[in-house]
């Protein structure tokens, strides 16, 4: 499909979407967490569907996602790992409910996405875990990550206005309330800018742990992080299941690289003003629209979980 901005409305998402202490925490570390993005009944609404999209796939057999035969998948999704009880990995999302839909397209997300892209998104991927304390865990050794980056360095990032961006970006919305003990992701803070081999950076980190920095944060955070950041999920020591929804965004030129086939219905439903988000665009063009300055004034508008099919457009004049 080729889409060309100038028959399609854009959706009115805020820019800049960050404020500049967020932008200047982001640019420094690599990620930034900001509160509140979704409500606790947002949360709760998205925990539940999860948690039967979580139930229908175990009753399908665990369908890999990335498997050749779409109609052993449930509702599009299926899992990267099968077989591990303690950390359901569900991958595909996008159309296995409106409400995760709605997640994907949330205005406030798009808008730091954007904003770190430096111009116009498309998702790539969408996903979801559940996970809880390894069984097997010792709690009495320090523990060790599977610490790893989607792009690098220099390939991921570039500067403007003095500010960094990254082509691969995601966002991460913790939906249970994570404290110290409760696994949510590390990462190692500053990482997205040290070109160095990755295990030598990692291996450093683990001498002086204060490197490494985990999300705690209450249910409804989203932790918005570049993809050059070296980054992983936190070790569970609690007793408490640990619910996380993410979408990957990318310039809207790169492709779509998750594993969903999209039913002619979900692709029919798709409004006009987020064709490009899904579809992207089949343009050399990555339509760059840049932060000026670290102190631009924040579009702070408020912006609920909505519903997608509702989302509005920019009026033809922006
Ligand atoms: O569980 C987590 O927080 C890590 C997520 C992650 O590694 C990813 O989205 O690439």
Known sequence: MNYHRESLPAMDIPFPALSPQQRLHFDIYGYVVIPEVLTPAECQALIDVLQVLKTDLIAAGEPISFSADPPTKVRGAGVAHPGHAHHIFMRDIEQAHPLITSYISHPRLLGMAAEIMGGEIRLVESNAY??????????????????????????????????????????????TDLDADDGGTVVIAGSHKIDIPPDELIACAYEDRSMI????????????FAEPLIHATGQIRSERERVIIISGYGPSHFPYWGDGEWSDEFLESIPNNQK????????????????????????????GLGDWQQRESLPEDR
């Open 213 to 224: 920095h985990q999300v705690k944060a209450p249910a409804g955070s989203t932790l918005l």
């Open 130 to 175: 559940i996970n809880s304390r390894l069984p097997s865990l010792d709690k009495t050794e320090d523990p060790t990550f599977s610490f790893h980056r989607g792009t690098d360095v220099p390939y991921g990032s570039h500067t403007r206005n003095g500010l960094y961006h990254s082509n691969f970006v995601k966002t991460l919305t913790n939906l």
């Open 276 to 303: 490009i988000l899904f579809h992207g665009r089949q343009n050399w063009n990555r339509q760059p629209k840049e932060r000026p300055s670290l102190l631009a004034k924040t579009d702070d508008r408020t912006f």
